[in-house]
């Protein structure tokens, strides 16, 4: 199984739906991130949680919501989908015992329509 | 915000050839990370630079954090086909309330043809 699992892979739905997107790991980490990517514009954080009661705003947060429900479990949703936020989503995990690095699931696929 | 800049966006190469990615940025970085990235997949971190100068090797890959760190580089020996995908750098903001965030450059789509 992978280090950091993300569901589902891929998502269609139309403009105006609530959909949320999930995260769970199993390297113990205490942080984890979402992210989403857009060509040409790098990984932009959408917020991030540096432990269960930690939740920070990002540089896109707007229009987005998450949840930390346990240490391994980090959920994003869209409150109100729209076309705009089509994009590929990342949740990311890192320690503060192992170093600045992250370890990415493999990404949610999202079109919203 | 700090921000970083990649150059150049896109890389297209024959194989054999070298090459050289570039990440810089006006800010200070208490480390710089590298990642790869295929298509399907989320990114997988190569290496992380900490110290202002410092090199690393990576077989064919070579990467080295700026004196001043507030650059990088990743140098490709000899480009193989494998060696194809996103190439991502990412910066570490030093201490205070940004401690753990990466900020990440647009990255660099490199493409190596047999």
């Known amino acids: 199984d992978a280090d950091v699992t993300q569901t589902p892979r891929n998502r269609i739905t139309k403009t105006g739906k609530r959909i949320m997107l999930e995260c769970s790991q199993t390297?113990?980490?205490?942080?984890m991130y979402w992210y989403r990517q857009d060509p040409g514009l790098g990984l932009r954080l959408i917020y991030y949680s540096f432990d269960v009661k930690d939740i920070n705003k990002g540089e896109i947060s707007d229009g987005y919501s998450v949840s930390r429900q346990a240490q391994a479990k980090f959920s994003l949703s869209l409150e109100s989908a729209i076309p705009n936020q089509t994009a590929l989503y990342f949740c990311a995990t890192s320690d503060t015992r192992t170093g600045p690095g992250y370890t990415f699931g493999s990404g949610t696929r999202l079109t919203v329509v | 915000t700090q921000l970083l800049e990649q150059s150049p966006q896109f890389l297209s190469i024959q194989e054999g050839e070298n090459l050289t990615v570039y990440c810089n940025s006006s800010s200070v970085f208490s480390s710089l990370q590298w990642y790869r990235q295929e298509p399907g997949e989320g990114p997988v971190l190569l290496v992380t630079v900490v110290t202002g100068g410092e090199v690393k090797k990576l077989k064919r890959l070579t990467f080295q954090f700026g004196d001043a760190r507030k650059d990088s580089s990743l140098h490709i020996t000899a480009a193989q086909p494998g060696d194809t995908g996103l190439y991502l750098c990412a910066g570490k903001a030093p201490g205070g309330t940004s401690y753990g965030k990466l900020t990440f450059g647009q990255g660099t789509i490199l493409t190596v043809h047999p």
């Open positions: 390297k113990g980490h205490d942080r």
